[in-house]
């Protein structure tokens, strides 16, 4: 039984920072691609960051050069560090996992993905 639970999310001003956390358990694939979406009331949710097992990452241009996916391996955690924060950035974020995932480019699609945690808000003003 795969289980993610993200944390960390909060509010913050505009220019400032956030770092999201999402611990997986019971995931044991050693290829795998896991990403963090978010999703904005009225809106759909939006892939924003992937990372592969072999280091690949990809990034949507709306978080480009503000945002940082990373992961502890060891651990099966997956961090977003969110610099520069906008209010449309405001919105409850995901984190998502596949195994087996052999997709170039990374997908960032939510059609990509088998496990999704609750999600955890996030409030830029």
């Known amino acids: 039984h795969v289980q993610q639970v993200e944390s960390g999310g909060g509010s913050a001003q505009a220019g400032g920072s956030l770092k999201l956390t999402c611990q997986a358990s019971g995931f044991s694939y050693s290829v795998y691609c896991m990403a963090w979406f978010r999703q904005a009331p009225g809106k759909s949710r939006e892939g924003i960051a992937a990372?592969?097992?072999?280091?690949?990452?990809r990034y949507s241009d709306s978080v480009k050069g503000r945002f940082t996916i990373s992961e502890d391996a060891a651990k099966r955690t997956l961090y977003l560090q969110m610099d520069s924060l906008k209010p449309e950035d405001t919105a409850t974020y995901y984190c998502a996992a596949v195994g087996l995932c052999y997709d170039d480019p990374l997908p960032l699609g939510v059609d990509g993905y088998l496990y999704w945690g609750q999600g955890t808000q996030v409030t830029v003003s």
């Open positions: 990372l592969h097992a072999e280091g690949d990452i």
